[in-house]
């Protein structure tokens, strides 16, 4: 069985095929294994994770905000960011605010020691990325949206369907 490229119309082999998955996969493990790396230095440096660095560093550009925006701008689900908020509290980086009539509305701000914090952290890790990616050309920035965009829906129709068990496949298993 061969895929077919859609551009020219050519066959492709399974070996040509498995290499380029093969090549896809390696280069995302890569992207991830940076990020850990960027984690496990900022913890050892700083006591820090990223979550909690990002939460600090939202917090400085757009000022005081509920946790739910914390959340959505961070791309964490609300209980984890309860946690980082917690944490972050108990080390005196941020408080809990009550500005409204409703006492159950909470905003989120940073103190002194945050900002502090906050203007002399270390960059996160993707800002060497966002550089290198604002020097593209146009036409290739558009190629990475739409190669990126591809790959996470075929992670979130995966995602949707928790049942379904991943087929076995002797690419990926030649990969773990």
Same mark, same amino acid.
């Given at each position: ?33 940076? %990020? ?5 230095? #900022?913890? @050892? ?6 979550? /909690?660095?990002?939460? $600090?560093? *939202? ?27 917690? %944490? ?5 980086? #941020?408080? @809990? ?6 006492? /159950?509305?909470?905003? $989120?701000? *940073? ?27 146009? %036409? ?37």
């Amino acid at each position: 069985m061969s895929a077919e490229d859609h551009n020219t119309g050519h066959v492709r082999s399974h070996n040509e095929v498995d290499s380029q998955v093969k090549e896809i996969i390696r280069l995302i493990r890569k992207l991830v294994r940076s %990020r850990e790396l960027y984690t496990k230095e #900022l913890i @050892r440096k700083y006591q820090l994770s990223a979550s /909690r660095l990002h939460c $600090i560093l *939202l917090l400085n550009e757009m000022g005081p905000i509920p946790p739910s925006k914390i959340a959505q701008h961070i791309m964490l689900n609300s209980s984890t960011v309860t946690g980082v908020i917690d %944490r972050l509290e108990n080390e005196g980086f #941020l408080k @809990r605010m009550r500005n409204s009539k409703d006492r /159950r509305v909470i905003t $989120i701000a *940073l103190t002194e020691k945050g900002r502090e914090l906050a203007n002399n952290a270390p960059l996160p890790a993707q800002e060497q990325m966002i550089d290198g990616i604002k020097r593209l050309p146009r %036409r290739e920035r558009v190629r990475i949206i739409q190669a990126l965009r591809t790959l996470t829906a075929m992670v979130e129709i995966e995602n949707s369907n928790p049942s379904r068990q991943p087929a076995s496949s002797p690419v990926m298993s030649s990969l773990s």
